[in-house]
């Protein structure tokens, strides 16, 4: 009984993981976070960004610095990454982390035989409206729709409260608020390593 909801789980998260997010790369940004995956893009100085292009998928192979994507949409993608791609997955991070499996959004610049050189890549990146259902140590169990999964806290989870600034204290969230979650999920288990949790917004 446990297999298909396992499954569905990890369905809804590749899709929440995959679609619909505009993303500004971090050399026009100035710097790379999670909030910069999801931010309209506006007017810049740069001249590679007019002619930016975005590839979004999961990863099916890893050769070198070479990923081998499968968007969404079926189409394929090969981006190549260098010493100077920005790379999130949950925190400012390497190439290094990036698996098989993992789902991305990436901006970069398409060379001449249609590989896309890349500026910058978000690794599993979600943004999720849920409720919470319950609170643990170290992880919240959330629901979103109809479905649940568990968000895990990081040292890097912070929390706004009805607008506030940012802080690393969980203590005031309850269960039955809604929250929004900002983080990355993580292929191995379903769940959700939390980045921000927003609530009375």
């Avoid at 810049?44 to 070198?64: K, T």
Wanted: hydrophobic share 40%; aromatic share 4%; charged share 20%.
């Amino acid at each position: 009984m446990t297999r298909p909801n396992r499954f569905a789980r990890r369905d809804f998260l590749t899709s929440a993981a995959l679609g619909g997010a505009t993303i500004v790369g971090a050399s026009a940004l100035g710097a790379l976070d999670a909030d910069a995956a999801f931010a309209a893009p506006g007017p810049s100085l740069d001249p590679a960004v007019s002619r930016a292009s975005f590839a979004e998928g999961r990863v099916g192979a890893v050769r070198r610095s070479l990923l081998h994507v499968a968007g969404s949409h079926g189409e394929t993608h090969r981006l190549q990454l260098t010493n100077a791609t920005s790379v999130w997955k949950a925190r400012p991070t390497t190439a290094e982390d990036i698996e098989v499996g993992d789902g991305l959004y990436a901006r970069g610049v398409t060379m001449p035989d249609g590989t896309i050189a890349a500026d910058a890549v978000w690794v599993n990146i979600v943004n999720l409206y849920t409720t919470i259902r319950g609170i643990e140590r170290q992880r919240l169990h959330l629901t979103h729709g109809q479905q649940a999964l568990v968000g895990r806290t990081i040292p890097e989870t912070t929390a706004s409260y009805a607008g506030g600034a940012l802080t690393s204290d969980l203590s005031r969230l309850r269960i039955g608020q809604p929250a929004q979650v900002l983080g990355a999920w993580r292929p191995s288990d379903g769940a959700v390593d939390l980045v921000r949790v927003t609530v009375g917004h």
